[in-house]
């Protein structure tokens, strides 16, 4: 058996980042410390924060007033910031730096007075948080279908974004119908795609071609493992997204001699290295081999906190 490890795989840039304003704030403060909803879409980070201290909620109300909020790294609506400030919350707020990028361009375009076609998946995280930045300018586009059955009332200014965590084959489509349907039709300065799910997904397109099945570790609800998973897929490979080794099936296995392993962006590379030792106890003869496609050099400094404002003393 051979297990090949696809490189880069794991935490992306944003998730550090988003980690380390956790990490730094338990360190700072000595007082309960909440998130909205998960820092990361990854059960085994969200578990090992709370162990710490940062206790995940799935509203604002839910924090008493006062308290230490972190808004998570898929970003969130602006209504929240402020109501966080009506509850006296000191926000620290932890959302990728390249989902930042996709909000600002999505207020720019509304100040213009653009019409806004935003490419995401429905309900996910990122997406209501981009589209609640211009609600009356923004339509969303959720599949190909979507683009070819949008009707905005004006089409002189209209521009289009996506969530940074979509795959290329799916937004290349998408994007392309919109063009001709709306050949006026602007698009954001940079690619919104993030760098990390670009190499990802590039990553494992290649490790497929090598491969009989392919392992992505990662959270169910995290759109760019699902969107790795696919990946291997085209290429003809069998793949599956798991959480952890616990979830591998002896028949997933059968007559299967090469074996590649990836992670998504929020998976720790813990859970990597067990399902290879899993791998390994099962086959001790099993060679390992790591092959990496790309070089990462992208870093997001984790800013340093001062002290916390101290509250305002009612007369």
Same mark, same amino acid.
């Given at each position: 058996? *051979?297990?090949?490890?696809?490189?880069?795989?794991?935490?992306?840039? %944003?998730? $550090?980042? +988003? #980690? /380390?304003?956790?990490? @730094? &704030?338990?360190?700072?403060?000595?007082?309960?410390?909440?998130?909205?909803?998960?820092?990361?879409?990854?059960?085994?980070?969200?578990?090992?924060?709370?162990?710490?201290?940062?206790?995940?909620?799935?509203?604002?109300?839910?924090?008493?007033?006062?308290?230490?909020?972190?808004?998570?790294?898929?970003?969130?609506?602006?209504?929240?910031?402020?109501?966080?400030?009506?509850?006296?919350?000191?926000?620290?707020?932890?959302?990728?730096?390249?989902?930042?990028?996709?909000?600002?361009?999505?207020?720019?375009?509304? *100040?213009?007075?653009?019409?806004?076609?935003?490419?995401?998946?429905? %309900?996910? $995280?990122? +997406? #209501? /948080?981009?589209?609640? @930045? &211009?609600?009356?300018?923004?339509?969303?586009?959720?599949?190909?279908?979507?683009?070819?059955?949008?009707?905005?009332?004006?089409?002189?200014?209209?521009?289009?974004?996506?969530?940074?965590?979509?795959?290329?084959?799916?937004?290349?489509?998408?994007?392309?119908?919109?063009?001709?349907?709306?050949?006026?039709?602007?698009?954001?300065?940079?690619?919104?795609?993030?760098?990390?799910?670009?190499?990802?997904?590039?990553?494992?397109?290649?490790?497929?071609?090598?491969?009989?099945?392919?392992?992505?570790?990662?959270?169910?609800?995290?759109?760019?493992?699902?969107?790795?998973?696919?990946?291997?897929?085209?290429?003809?490979?069998?793949?599956?997204?798991?959480?952890?080794?616990?979830?591998?099936?002896?028949?997933?296995?059968?007559?299967?001699?090469?074996?590649?392993?990836?992670?998504?962006?929020?998976?720790?590379?813990?859970?990597?290295?067990?399902?290879?030792?899993?791998?390994?106890?099962?086959?001790?003869?099993?060679?390992?081999?790591?092959?990496?496609?790309?070089?990462?050099?992208?870093?997001?400094?984790?800013?340093?906190?001062?002290?916390?404002?101290?509250?305002?003393?009612?007369?």
């Amino acid at each position: 058996m *051979k297990i090949l490890l696809a490189k880069p795989r794991g935490f992306c840039a %944003g998730v $550090d980042y +988003a #980690i /380390g304003i956790v990490e @730094e &704030a338990l360190q700072l403060f000595d007082e309960p410390i909440y998130i909205l909803k998960e820092i990361v879409h990854n059960q085994k980070i969200v578990q090992e924060l709370a162990q710490k201290g940062a206790k995940s909620v799935n509203s604002i109300d839910e924090v008493p007033d006062g308290c230490i909020l972190i808004f998570s790294a898929h970003g969130v609506p602006p209504e929240f910031f402020t109501q966080a400030k009506a509850k006296g919350l000191y926000v620290l707020d932890a959302t990728c730096p390249l989902v930042r990028k996709v909000h600002l361009e999505a207020i720019s375009f509304a *100040k213009k007075d653009y019409t806004i076609l935003y490419i995401g998946h429905k %309900g996910h $995280d990122e +997406a #209501i /948080g981009v589209l609640a @930045e &211009a609600p009356h300018n923004m339509f969303l586009i959720n599949d190909r279908q979507d683009a070819l059955n949008v009707a905005p009332a004006q089409t002189s200014k209209i521009a289009y974004l996506t969530q940074t965590t979509l795959s290329l084959s799916e937004t290349k489509e998408i994007i392309q119908i919109l063009k001709n349907r709306f050949p006026n039709i602007v698009s954001p300065k940079a690619d919104d795609i993030c760098y990390a799910t670009t190499n990802r997904q590039l990553a494992v397109k290649n490790l497929a071609k090598y491969c009989d099945v392919v392992f992505v570790l990662g959270s169910q609800n995290s759109s760019n493992s699902q969107r790795l998973r696919e990946c291997a897929e085209e290429e003809g490979c069998t793949a599956y997204l798991i959480d952890n080794k616990n979830f591998i099936q002896n028949d997933w296995l059968k007559g299967k001699n090469s074996i590649g392993i990836t992670a998504g962006a929020s998976a720790p590379e813990e859970l990597v290295q067990e399902v290879v030792q899993f791998l390994q106890n099962l086959n001790p003869e099993a060679t390992v081999q790591e092959i990496e496609f790309i070089k990462e050099k992208m870093h997001f400094p984790v800013p340093s906190f001062i002290e916390r404002p101290k509250q305002k003393q009612s007369n």
